[in-house]
């Protein structure tokens, strides 16, 4: 296997975890039907990209148009893209989280999804529209040539490093007494307000952490592909990520990183590669079906196996009666 | 502090409602309600079917506003407060529905009910267990003395979702005990539970009488009401009725009529 494909795997492997991570948090412990999600990596890796490029009267940069290019350094594109998913999630949840029953909720974000994706796609001035950002610099890049071997080393390390603060951050939230507010606002919001829980709050903090972790993701990954643009957030690369965690198993870390693994990373490789074998399929046959294969998947799972892989696990506390 | 002004703070009711009406459209469900409710004692709230009591109770909870009139807590105006504020005041409603966390442990539904752990926020969570634990140890204990009152110590780490009605009913009460209430606002807490623990539940709400926690119920049955409640407030179309002992109710015709007629 040669060491770019190699790298090129393990880094998307790691912004998908991250981002399964942030989705689990939202969806799997706290409810949330986020079918915006995947704006939310979008808006950071657009932030990323704007914060480190030159202007785009800048030579080189000339052919495209776009606000902002500030040329800033590492890892200062990396925070302002994770700021700007948590902004972001402001006035969305605000709108969205406060007043709609649960499933409009879920309605509500996907149509959020699709009209940011067509803003941007049609608003060329601001993001260059359709065609997207091209030339990226990827961090560091003045430093360590990034077409070299070595850099590819540097950067899958950067995204381990990456993967285990976020896994560390989640851990904290979801296995603490704050994570069991949020599982209780899941299970039945009304009784949590009994209890003194205010649901507005829980929810637009979740929405808030996973949109800024899904911001960092986002930069992740722009740093390392060096481009961004409408056709690489559509709305069904939600859809996929929702599978990952129903595959994985709702409401627990280690799931959601098995069902990063799992579906967005095996699904697509595997994808990838049986387009090139020489099968004599028609051209697009295989992309289309593996819609077909994630849909059957999410189909499948809920109807055997509901809680997934990796089921969210039962809290037993210490010096309790022995069970069994 | 004077010993004289604990005793008159002690001698004024815990709840205060004042003429508060809840319409639905121009139906009156909650007709101009006016009552009060002393501390430390239970009092039931009695009237047939559609007489507005549950309505009123949601009313007191905060789940449904107010359409007008005002709610005095503990001589605090709390008629505009939304329900997670109340609770966090003390006045607390558990549901007449089941209502458990079903994928929360049995022993987990007590402790979220929890308002006083460092953990529960998001800054606390991130700061780490060490920053929480003691806060989380405390409340198992307290969460399992309670479990053992209960009879349900054997359940702890059971899902909460898998216990039978009368569990879940004995889960609910408990959760609202772990919120350290100073009004419970009950609403037929016997109903549809073995009567083995029906007798259960009436010992624990005199205890909890005895332990100064203050409690309104709506129940129907009068046997139950005259044998726990000190005193009682009968409801019709809305509209008080009448109010004083079982006894003294009893006595008058008129709202014996109102409430066999509906």
């Known amino acids: ?324 | 502090m004077s010993e004289g002004s604990t005793t008159a703070r002690d001698h004024q009711p815990l709840l205060v409602a004042k003429d508060v009406h809840r319409h639905f459209e121009g139906m009156r469900a909650v007709d101009g309600v006016s009552i009060e409710v002393p501390r430390g004692q239970i009092t039931g709230l009695i009237g047939p079917n559609g007489a507005g009591k549950s309505t009123f109770m949601a009313v007191l909870a905060g789940t449904l506003p107010a359409t007008s009139g005002t709610i005095v807590f503990d001589g605090r105006d709390i008629t505009r407060l939304p329900p997670f504020m109340r609770a966090r005041t003390g006045l607390v409603r558990p549901f007449q529905l089941p209502s458990e966390f079903a994928r929360l442990t049995v022993l987990e539904n007590l402790l979220v009910a929890a308002q006083d752990n460092r953990g529960d926020s998001l800054f606390g969570a991130l700061m780490g267990k060490r920053y929480w634990i003691e806060d989380e140890r405390r409340l198992v204990k307290q969460a399992r003395v309670l479990l053992k009152r209960f009879g349900m110590t054997a359940k702890e780490s059971d899902y909460a979702g898998t216990m039978s009605g009368g569990q879940k009913r004995l889960v609910e009460i408990m959760r609202a005990l772990m919120l350290k209430p100073r009004l419970l606002l009950l609403d037929e807490p016997m109903s549809g539970v073995h009567p083995k623990i029906v007798e259960e539940i009436q010992y624990y709400l005199q205890d909890l009488r005895s332990e100064g926690i203050t409690i309104l119920m709506v129940e129907h049955e009068l046997h139950m009401v005259e044998r726990l409640c000190d005193s009682v407030v009968v409801m019709a179309q809305g509209k008080v009725i009448g109010s004083g002992t079982m006894a003294s109710l009893r006595k008058q015709p008129e709202i014996v009529d109102a409430y066999l007629v509906g």
């Not at chain 1, 606002?185 to 979740?206: D, F, H, S, W, Y």
């Open chain 1, 1 to 324: 296997m040669n060491l770019y494909y190699g790298a090129n795997l393990l880094i998307y492997a790691g912004v998908d975890i991250i981002a399964c991570l942030a989705l689990n948090l939202q969806f799997g412990v706290s409810g949330i039907v986020n079918f915006s999600f995947i704006v939310f990596q979008a808006v950071g890796a657009y932030t990323a990209a704007v914060l480190s490029m030159p202007n785009d009267k800048a030579f080189g940069y000339d052919f495209q148009l776009y606000v902002g290019g500030y040329q800033l350094p590492f890892p200062i594109p990396w925070i302002g893209g994770a700021v700007a998913g948590g902004l972001l999630a402001v006035p969305v949840g605000l709108v969205v989280l406060r007043k709609l029953r649960a499933d409009y909720q879920a309605i509500a974000l996907l149509v959020t999804s699709v009209i940011a994706n067509t803003v941007i796609t049609n608003a060329r001035p601001f993001l260059n529209g359709a065609a997207g950002l091209a030339l990226v610099p990827p961090p560091l890049a003045d430093q360590i040539d990034p077409n070299t071997a070595p850099y590819q080393y540097f950067y899958v390390g950067l995204t381990i490093l990456a993967v285990v603060l976020v896994l560390f951050v989640v851990n904290r939230v979801v296995n603490s007494p704050y994570g069991r507010s949020l599982r209780a606002m899941r299970e039945r919001e009304i009784a949590a307000m009994a209890i003194g829980k205010n649901p507005v709050r829980l929810k637009m903090t979740a929405f808030i952490v996973g949109g800024v972790i899904a911001g960092f993701s986002g930069a992740l990954l722009v740093g390392f592909i060096q481009f961004w643009a409408p056709s690489v957030w559509l709305y069904p690369e939600t859809i996929i990520l929702f599978a990952a965690i129903i595959v994985g198993g709702r409401g627990n870390n280690v799931g959601a990183i098995l069902g990063a693994l799992l579906v967005p990373v095996g699904f697509e490789e595997v994808t990838r590669l049986l387009n090139n074998a020489p099968l004599g399929l028609p051209a697009g046959v295989v992309p289309a079906l593996e819609w077909v294969a994630i849909g059957l998947l999410i189909m499948g799972f809920l109807w055997f196996r509901p809680d997934g892989v990796r089921p969210e696990p039962r809290r037993v506390f210490e010096g309790g009666p022995d069970i069994e």
